[in-house]
């Protein structure tokens, strides 16, 4: 029999939109919590993109709630009672003006984990500023080391990983303590972590990183630390002795980097991987992400699965990363419709029966 996933039993209340929360609950998703997403009556704003839904939103509930209103709040209060985490990305202020801040909740239920990700933070002179990745990624210094906005939301994977990572460690100090903790995470100072410890040195630029076009015309990524140096121009038949040290390779750069894309593209692209990895040269070719979902190495670990979405049809989605005793979550399900589970959720976890769900919906309370 196959164990439970490592957060089974674990409740998370999503109100976050956009990416950063959403990619967060989706991890705790993948690792067996039960997500349920609670949505305003108009719904989450990235649910006209059905592709980059499907890929962030699938294994989870959907239940709208009008948080505007005073019937909307009261029935989030008594989810709360019935969760383990809760995570937000709202603006600064706004949990305030909505009465869910995690005093408002905490007496609720004194063991619920709270996260709340924001651009800059709660407080400081920036906390009120809009953070979008784009500003998010000038503002940490990410366009200064590209020279451009990285094309990929760097902040917010940053922001969400890093909350995934604080809400775990939140769920095991639960079990110590007895009680619930808030976590604040601020997408700048994600991202910042993140670049300070990154590709300081140049490592992904030339002479280091090469992309060269073989000789099939596709193009090929080729990385060579210093002690690798030597064994790639050999392999690649460059006798000029200047190109066997990185001070040589520095020395004429665009003379060297010349050199190497004549060589590679003498012979097709499959056959240079397959010669750098019998050297133990790291190279790969540069792909679309459809390729990259096809590849035969992800087809053989179980990575990749078809699922039916909504207004697109048969899909490929990537699975859960993570392979724990040698197991991984296969079972994936469609994302939800907007406010698909609401009644369900009313009915299992808080007892609602017909009229109560009645009086609710005339309340305001569910959109």
Known sequence: MTAPLPLAGITVLDLTTFLSGPMATHTLGELGADVIKVEPPDGDPTRVGLLYWAALHRDRRSVVLDLKRASGVAILRELVAHADVLIENFRPGVTARLGITDADLRPFNPRLVTCSITGYGPDGAAADRPATDGPIQAFSGALELNGAPVPLTVGDLSGAAHAATAIVAALLARERTGCGSRVE???????????????????????????????????????????????????????????????????????????????????????????????????????????????????????????????????????????????????????????????????????????????????????
């Open 185 to 367: 995470l601020s997408l700048a100072e994600c991202l910042l972590q993140w670049l300070t410890v990154g590709d300081r040195g140049g490592t992904l630029s030339p002479p280091t990183t090469l992309v060269v076009v073989a000789g099939d015309g596709r193009r090929l990524l080729i990385q060579t630390p210093m002690h690798m140096r030597a064994r790639f121009v050999e392999l690649i038949g460059l006798d000029d002795p200047r190109w066997a040290s990185v001070e040589g390779q520095k020395g004429a750069l665009d003379e060297y980097v010349a050199a190497a894309a004549a060589a590679i593209a003498t012979k097709p692209s499959g056959e240079w991987v397959a010669a750098l990895a019998g050297a133990g040269i790291p190279a790969a070719v540069v792909r679309t992400i459809e390729e990259a979902i096809t590849d035969p190495q992800l087809m053989e670990r179980g990575a990749t699965s078809v699922l039916e979405v909504p207004g697109v049809g048969p899909t490929r989605v990537v699975l859960s990363p993570f392979v724990i005793d040698g197991a991984r979550r296969r079972a994936t399900t469609r994302p939800p419709g907007l406010g698909e589970h609401t009644e369900s959720v009313l009915r299992q976890l808080l007892g609602y029966d017909d009229v109560r769900i009645a009086e609710a919906r005339a309340a305001g309370a569910l959109g």
